[in-house]
């Protein structure tokens, strides 16, 4: 697709569609404190029925139209995606959409070993992994499983073989993992990975979320400041999340990811589709409009365009710049493994 032929199409904020963050699995083999607590995510949980998800085609015809609206990016997330067996044939149709430029993926590592080759031949571009600790007793107490670090460690080697581009996520919650920040920090920082530190966020509401156990962005900054300087970078493009640093004297970069302290709602380009195939227009959304409604009742991409041009050019949302202690734990919210991260 020619440039000249993209449609652009800004929300009531005069911000474009540009991101979209795509769930393609509402299940997980993780149980995270800040994301599907075990209390509520347990054996007797009911996820998705298969047919409830949306296909392979459906998928690559949805993303396609987000494409000519704008979007250039894409991520794919869950859930644990990597539990979707075949994300390698969604991500080969993806990778051949004109004016698609980025394909990501947002997992815990875990299966990349298996995966990683795979998804790299299909088309994928990098991962994001999420990692909370190197200590094992705190890793295992965060993904409430009792798994350690070792084969998250072994899931990013297998991506680096692979020739994925890496960054490893950190969600820092007070009195939990907090003490790993700087240890996290010095072993990536040898590596010349990317380190990405995310303040625990009032996502969905089963987490438990209270003011008191963020770690802000400035503790965290200090923390490695003191271990290694720092010295910011520039922002590489509008809408970009997180706040970029890099560690004096080496092209090594750490970034904060500071949606509580810092709020990053004005620049925010990002839609997002559940994995049964809802539209949010804010990751502490509400309420969602069905697209996979549509495409089964015989929508083409016109129509499917039509509505979702429709559905942004009227999002007012900045959730983050409006919290309150109240609303955080008043206002119903999607669960973060349904939504997508």
Known sequence: MEERDRVKITDRLARPLRDLRLSVIDQCNFRCVYCMPAEVFGPNFRFLAEDQLLTVDEMALLVECFVELGVEKIRLTGGEPLLRRDLDALIERLSALPGLRDIGLTTNGVHLVKWAQRLKEAGLKRVNVSLDALDDDIFRKMN??????????????????????????????????????????????????????????????????????????????????????????EKAYFGEVASRYRYVGTEVEVGFIASVTETFCQSCTRARISADGKLYTCLFASEGVSLKDKLRAGAGKEELKALIAAIWSERTDRYSEERTAETAKQRPKIEMSYIGG
């Open 144 to 233: 409430g499983i009792g798994v350690g670090a070792a084969p998250v460690l072994k899931g990013i080697e297998a991506a680096l073989a692979a020739g994925l581009g890496v960054k490893v996520n950190m969600v820092v919650k007070k009195g939990w993992n907090d003490s790993q920040i700087v240890p996290m920090a010095a072993y990536f920082k040898d590596l010349g990975i990317p380190l990405r530190l995310i303040e625990f966020m009032d996502v969905g509401t089963t987490n438990g979320w209270d003011y008191s156990h963020v770690v802000t962005k400035k503790e965290m900054y200090e923390q490695i400041n003191s271990m290694h300087p720092l010295e910011p970078v």
